[in-house]
T-cell receptor, first 115, second 116 residues
Framework: EAQVTQNPRYLITVTGKKLTVTCSQNMNHEYMSWYRQDPGLGLRQIYYSMNVEVTDKGDVPEGYKVSRKEKRNFPLILESPSPNQTSLYFC??????????????FGPGTRLTVT | AQKVTQAQTEISVVEKEDVTLDCVYETRDTTYYLFWYKQPPSGELVFLIRRNSFDEQNEISGRYSWNFQKSTSSFNFTITASQVVDSAVYFCALRGTNFGNEKLTFGTGTRLTIIP
């Protein structure tokens, strides 16, 4: 089954404690990205990756890091989480170019609370 | 820069009424894609429809219909004979095709409540 998986689905942590949210897709997609969703703001892109070892900032990258060492994985790293990073996070993937480049697949979301 | 505006923050209607959710977008790309997603209380994003910029035909899927008007940069969504299960947050989104515009740009969402 074609899917994007995220782990964990729920996480409560404390300020300053490093954490990683994993994202994996099994569709051989080149393009992957992370979004955060906040009330009244919709979803905003944090980081994206065009392919392995190619990443770039989205609209709200401060406080986050990513890496793309393998095509299927795109982890989101919070080196020193703060309460303003409490949010619902979505990972997404899609092909690049070609007829199907519009296809978007979203993970189930990770609800993060930083106290 | 791309932008999507959903001016209606919250809408409440009585069950069986029709309701239209508005979406206005801005982009400089000549080729782009428009989407609607539903987010039920459980939190996941449910894909509803995709439209490309060259296809202005309106689409109907059961009780759902979409009106794409390039002249007014709008992509409105109508639910006919609404049901309680339609209660959710609905997002309109835009994806460009030029380099740097491949992300999805979302509107701020419209929270729809169907009153039994």
């Amino acid at each position: 089954e074609a899917q994007v998986t995220q782990n964990p689905r729920y996480l409560i942590t404390v300020t300053g404690k490093k954490l990683t949210v994993t994202c994996s897709q099994n569709m051989n997609h080149e393009y992957m990205s992370w979004y955060r969703q906040d009330p009244g703001l919709g979803l905003r892109q944090i980081y994206y990756s065009m392919n392995v070892e190619v990443t770039d900032k989205g609209d709200v990258p401060e406080g986050y890091k990513v890496s793309r060492k393998e095509k299927r994985n795109f982890p989101l790293i919070l080196e020193s989480p703060s309460p303003n990073q409490t949010s619902l996070y979505f990972c997404a993937s899609s092909p690049r170019g070609g007829f199907n480049s519009y296809e978007q697949y979203f993970g189930p979301g990770t609800r993060l609370t930083v106290t | 820069a791309q932008k999507v505006t959903q001016a209606q923050t919250e809408i409440s209607v009585v069950e069986k009424e029709d309701v239209t959710l508005d979406c206005v977008y801005e982009t400089r790309d000549t080729t782009y894609y428009l989407f609607w997603y539903k987010q039920p209380p459980s939190g996941e994003l449910v894909f509803l429809i995709r439209r490309n910029s060259f296809d202005e035909q309106n689409e109907i899927s059961g009780r759902y219909s979409w009106n794409f008007q390039k002249s007014t940069s709008s992509f409105n969504f109508t639910i006919t004979a609404s049901q309680v299960v339609d209660s959710a947050v609905y997002f309109c989104a835009l994806r460009g095709t030029n380099f740097g515009n491949e992300k999805l740009t979302f509107g701020t969402g419209t929270r729809l409540t169907i009153i039994p």
